[in-house]
Structures are given as structure tokens and as C-alpha cells.
T-cell receptor, first 113, second 116 residues
Framework: GQQVMQIPQYQHVQEGEDFTTYCNSS?????IQWYKQRPGGHPVFLIQ?????EVKKQKRLTFQFGEAKKNSSLHITATQTTDVGTYFC?????????????FGKGTKLSVKP | NAGVTQTPKFQVLKTGQSMTLQCAQD?????MSWYRQDPGMGLRLIHY???????DQGEVPNGYNVSRSTTEDFPLRLLSAAPSQTSVYFC???????????????FGSGTRLTVV
């Protein structure tokens, strides 16, 4: 079945350093979504990428979708303590149902002030 | 709007007991899903629905049943609880992709279930 792999599992950074998490799918995706979950909270939707090679920015966050639509990345510039949490990517297989949204295991980010 | 409402927030069950986790959304979303979250395992899809009367299995459906009689409600039933079902359960909903592809899923606040 479809698998979505995410690395690294953990990342510890000093405040102000950059952070990147990578997502790879075993199958071609129709789209990729990114979520953030704060400790003790629920996942919150950040963004969706649909087009091959698409790049989107949200303030200090940059999201990319690979040309083959099988990988994606999230880059945070100059991390802040408010960025702490676990970042998940999630994808639906191309030709499949958007309802069958498979999540990666997430990257847990900690930021040292 | 309340968004996605899950009840109860906490539950302790004995092995073999059955129960229903409730999920309701007031956003008229077509898609609804149930995920379980275990440490180090991320979010795993249990069942999902693309509309009233339509359900399908996700990655880990065994031991769980769902039904979708209305657009608003998507209950998850544990038929005979087992310790392996101890987890945090999240319900989520979304518009279907043809209607709005930019909003993603809205998650409920979760149900923390312990099976002893």
C-alpha cells in the first residue's frame, strides 16, 4: 500500500537556525498537505500543494512539491520558539480518493532559546 | 461554527467492552476520517467517508466499524476493545477536492482512549 516517509524524526535547533523536513512517497501523489501539531494539541492544516514543482511560501515557511510529485519539503527560516511542534506531511495517491489521506510519521522540532 | 466536535475527550475501557466514539462537524464537509495516533507512529488512517452512506477502510481498520448516515456525523465503534487499541483518536473533515482544494482537513481535539 501507499507509504509516506518523513525525515528526520527529530530535529533540535538553536533559535534563529533554519530547519528542513523531507517527505517521500512510495507512489505518485495527487497533492501533498502539511500539518503542524503543537504538544498536546491536534494537527492543524498549514498548506496544500497540487502542481508538479510547486513552491509556496508562508512568511518564514517555504513548501516545495517535487517534479515527480513523490516528494516534498518544508523549510523554516530563522526558527522561533513558536515553531515548536511536530510537522506532518500527508498525501493522497494520484488517481485515488482524497479521503484516503496517508500521513508521514512526522518530524518533531524543538527550538532552544 | 463549532468545527469538528469529538466526544468523549477521555475514556477508560476494560478489555472486551464496546463503545462508540462520537464525531460531528457543522461545516457541511463531504469528507470525514478517523485517525489514531500512537507515539512514534504518526497518524494512521482507520476509516474514511467521502459522503453520507459511503465509507471505506484505511490503513488500520481491524477492530473498528463506522457508518455515515448523515453528512454531519461519523461515529467510530470499537466492537471488543483490546489493549492494542489504547491510543489517541482524531476525527477530521474536509471539503471534497473538486469543491475546494485549499483548506485541507479540520481536526477535532481528540479522544484519549485507554484499554486495560
Amino acid at each position: 500500500g501507499q507509504q509516506v516517509m518523513q525525515i528526520p524524526q527529530y530535529q533540535h535547533v538553536q533559535e534563529g537556525e533554519d530547519f528542513t523536513t523531507y517527505c517521500n512517497s512510495s507512489t505518485t501523489l495527487s497533492n501533498i498537505q502539511w500539518y503542524k501539531q503543537r504538544p498536546g494539541g491536534h494537527p492543524v492544516f498549514l498548506i496544500q500543494l497540487v502542481k508538479s514543482g510547486e513552491v509556496k511560501k508562508q512568511k518564514r515557511l517555504t513548501f516545495q512539491f517535487g517534479e515527480a510529485k513523490k516528494n516534498s519539503s518544508l523549510h523554516i527560516t530563522a526558527t522561533q520558539t513558536t515553531d515548536v511542534g511536530t510537522y506532518f506531511c500527508a498525501g493522497a495517491a494520484y488517481g485515488g480518493s482524497q479521503g484516503n489521506l496517508i500521513f508521514g510519521k512526522g518530524t518533531k522540532l524543538s527550538v532552544k532559546p | 461554527n463549532a468545527g469538528v466536535t469529538q466526544t468523549p475527550k477521555f475514556q477508560v475501557l476494560k478489555t472486551g467492552q464496546s463503545m462508540t466514539l462520537q464525531c460531528a462537524q457543522d461545516m457541511n464537509h463531504e469528507y470525514m476520517s478517523w485517525y489514531r495516533q500512537d507515539p512514534g507512529m504518526g497518524l494512521r488512517l482507520i476509516h474514511y467517508s467521502v459522503g453520507a452512506g459511503i465509507t471505506d477502510q484505511g490503513e488500520v481498520p481491524n477492530g473498528y466499524n463506522v457508518s455515515r448516515s448523515t453528512t454531519e456525523d461519523f461515529p467510530l465503534r470499537l466492537l471488543s476493545a483490546a489493549p492494542s487499541q489504547t491510543s489517541v483518536y482524531f476525527c477530521a473533515s474536509s471539503y471534497y477536492e473538486g469543491r475546494d482544494r485549499g483548506l485541507g482537513y479540520t481536526f477535532g481535539s481528540g479522544t484519549r482512549l485507554t484499554v486495560v
